[in-house]
C-alpha cells in the first residue's frame, strides 16, 4: 500500500485544498509518484463533472487515474455529505471509500487523502470524516484557518483526534482573515497547546508551499 495522509480542517473553507495541493506538487518536486483523493465532495457547478476541489487535487496530482476512485462521492448540493446524499437517495459507505483507496495506492507512492469539512462532520448517522481516517489507517495533518475562533476549534479538533486513537502530525496555520486582531499571538499559542509540529504558516492570499523537510515530518518520503 502507498503512503498516505488524511488532511483535516478546523472547518470547511480553512484552507485544506490548498494545503493538499501544495502536498502534492511539493511531492512531484521530490520526484514521488502522489496522488489526491477526496472520498467525499459536495458542490458541483451545473456545467462541471468535477467538484472544485476535486479539480484542482487532480491537477496537482503526479499521475492519472480514475476519476471514481479519486472522489468516489459526488454531490451537487453544496450541503453536509450526509444531507446531500440523502437527498439524493444515496448513503455514504467507508467500504466503497476503503475499495478506491486502494485502487489509488496500488499505482501511487504516496495518497493525499482530503476530508470535506471539519473532522467531525456527518457521513451517516453513525459514521464522520474520521472514520475515514481511521477505516485507511492514516495520520492525520490539521489545518488551521486562523481566525476569531481558531484557538478553540483546533483544540477541540486536536482533542476530536486524539479521543478516536488517532494520530495527529502536524499542523498548518492558514491566515484566513487578513484583519485579525494579535494573529501571531494566536498561532504561537496553538504552537504551545496542539501535540504536533507547526508545519507551515501560510500568509493572507499567499501560495502554500512545502519543502523536503516538511514531507519528512509527516512520513511522506523517508529521512
Same mark, same amino acid.
Given at each position: 500500500m502507498a503512503r498516505g495522509l488524511f488532511v483535516t480542517g478546523t472547518d470547511t473553507g480553512v484552507g485544506k485544498t490548498v494545503v493538499a495541493v501544495a502536498l502534492l506538487e511539493a511531492l512531484k518536486r521530490a520526484g514521488v509518484r502522489a496522488l489526491g483523493m477526496k472520498p *467525499? %465532495? %459536495? &458542490?458541483? #457547478?451545473a456545467d462541471a463533472t468535477l467538484n472544485d476541489d476535486v479539480r484542482a487535487l487532480v491537477a496537482a496530482s503526479g499521475l492519472s487515474s480514475d476519476s471514481r476512485s479519486i472522489n468516489p462521492y459526488a454531490f451537487v448540493p453544496a450541503v453536509a455529505p450526509h444531507l446531500?446524499?440523502?437527498a439524493v437517495g444515496d @448513503?455514504?459507505?467507508l467500504s466503497r471509500i476503503v !475499495?478506491?483507496? &486502494? !485502487?489509488? @495506492?496500488?499505482?501511487? #507512492? *504516496? *495518497?493525499i487523502v482530503e476530508g470535506a469539512g471539519g473532522a467531525l462532520v456527518p457521513l451517516t448517522d453513525r459514521d464522520d470524516m474520521l472514520d475515514i481516517a481511521a477505516e485507511l489507517r492514516l495520520p492525520l495533518l490539521l489545518v488551521v484557518g486562523v481566525r476569531l475562533g481558531c484557538l478553540n476549534h483546533a483544540r477541540l479538533t486536536a482533542l476530536a483526534i486524539r479521543l478516536r486513537g488517532l494520530e495527529c502530525i502536524g499542523w *498548518?496555520?492558514?491566515?484566513?482573515d487578513p484583519a485579525m486582531v494579535l494573529a501571531e499571538e494566536n498561532v504561537a499559542t496553538l504552537r504551545d497547546a496542539l501535540p504536533a509540529p507547526l508545519i507551515g504558516d501560510v500568509g493572507w492570499n499567499q501560495p502554500a508551499r512545502f519543502g523536503v523537510a516538511a514531507l519528512r515530518t509527516l512520513r511522506l518520503i523517508d529521512a
Open positions: *467525499v %465532495a %459536495a &458542490g458541483i #457547478d446531500a446524499a440523502a @448513503s455514504i459507505k !475499495e478506491a483507496y &486502494g !485502487e489509488l @495506492s496500488r499505482s501511487a #507512492d *504516496v *495518497v *498548518v496555520a492558514n491566515r484566513i
